[in-house]
């Protein structure tokens, strides 16, 4: 009597395993794609070329949209590129600190939508200028903790510092940003308040506004040094 042998038994994840070793299985079995169904989201069953087909156009869909989102990103930084570069254009073409003033505030207020600017200087003497004002000694003033760290920072100011840094025009400003100038020694800090309080926000990042203020830091340094000579 012939002894019967039990034949093997293939596991599911042997399947699996095999069809991720041979992606090109369905190519020479095309026909099997027609008879292997799989269950749908909505308890119905598709063939397996239908879900495939599917799956592939909500991959499609989902890759045109990170596209899109990456477009979206790039015309952004374009256009805040430019803004940028006609800024640093024009504080390399200033000769004076109401030059310097001017440019600041265009920049700011017309092309990053700020509403308010103030450029305060430390100096023991008087400088030449109507549109910067000048503070004899840093560490006696309401500024020195947002100067102490020479990083910006951003957000609601209090009541006092507000008053301090933006005076008669204090009452609007409900939220703003305020940038050490430190180019060797602290030069002073630049102030930039809106009347929106969700404009400056404490958990924003400041990667721009440290640019702007080494830019304007040391076009600042050089007015200074000329005046000196």
């Given at each position: 009597?012939?002894?019967?042998?039990?034949?093997?038994?293939?596991?599911?994840?042997?399947?699996?395993?095999?069809?991720?070793?041979?992606?090109?299985?369905?190519?020479?079995?095309?026909?099997?794609?027609?008879?292997?169904?799989?269950?749908?989201?909505?308890?119905?069953?598709?063939?397996?070329?239908?879900?495939?087909?599917?799956l592939l156009r909500e991959r499609n869909?989902?890759?045109?949209?990170?596209?899109?989102?990456?477009?979206?990103?790039?015309?952004?930084?374009?256009?805040?590129?430019?803004?940028?570069?006609?800024?640093?254009?024009?504080?390399?073409?200033?000769?004076?600190?109401?030059?310097?003033?001017?440019?600041?505030?265009?920049?700011l207020c017309r092309d990053f939508y700020?509403?308010?600017?103030v450029l305060l200087l430390f100096s023991?003497?008087?400088?030449?200028?109507?549109?910067?004002?000048?503070?004899?000694?840093?560490?006696?003033?309401?500024?020195?903790?947002?100067?102490?760290?020479?990083?910006?920072?951003?957000?609601?100011?209090?009541?006092?510092?507000?008053?301090?840094?933006?005076?008669?025009?204090?009452?609007?400003?409900?939220?703003?940003?305020?940038?050490?100038?430190?180019?060797?020694?602290?030069?002073?800090?630049?102030?930039?308040?809106?009347?929106?309080?969700?404009?400056?926000?404490?958990?924003?990042?400041?990667?721009?506004?440290?640019?702007?203020?080494?830019?304007?830091?040391?076009?600042?340094?050089?007015?200074?040094?000329?005046?000196?000579?």
């Amino acid at each position: 009597m012939s002894e019967v042998l039990d034949a093997p038994v293939v596991t599911a994840e042997q399947v699996a395993d095999y069809l991720a070793e041979h992606p090109d299985f369905f190519t020479h079995h095309a026909s099997l794609l027609e008879k292997l169904y799989v269950p749908h989201q909505r308890g119905t069953a598709v063939s397996l070329v239908e879900r495939q087909t599917s799956l592939l156009r909500e991959r499609n869909q989902q890759l045109h949209g990170h596209m899109s989102d990456l477009i979206d990103a790039a015309r952004h930084n374009d256009i805040q590129f430019e803004k940028t570069k006609r800024m640093v254009l024009a504080l390399l073409e200033a000769w004076t600190l109401d030059d310097v003033a001017v440019a600041i505030e265009e920049s700011l207020c017309r092309d990053f939508y700020g509403d308010e600017t103030v450029l305060l200087l430390f100096s023991e003497r008087s400088l030449a200028s109507n549109s910067v004002r000048t503070l004899a000694r840093a560490e006696d003033s309401l500024v020195q903790p947002l100067i102490e760290t020479n990083l910006p920072s951003c957000g609601r100011l209090s009541g006092a510092m507000n008053r301090f840094l933006f005076q008669e025009r204090s009452p609007k400003v409900q939220s703003a940003a305020v940038v050490p100038l430190v180019q060797g020694d602290t030069l002073g800090l630049l102030a930039i308040g809106s009347h929106d309080p969700h404009y400056f926000q404490s958990s924003q990042g400041t990667l721009f506004l440290s640019y702007v203020g080494e830019v304007l830091s040391r076009c600042i340094s050089r007015i200074l040094r000329e005046q000196d000579n």
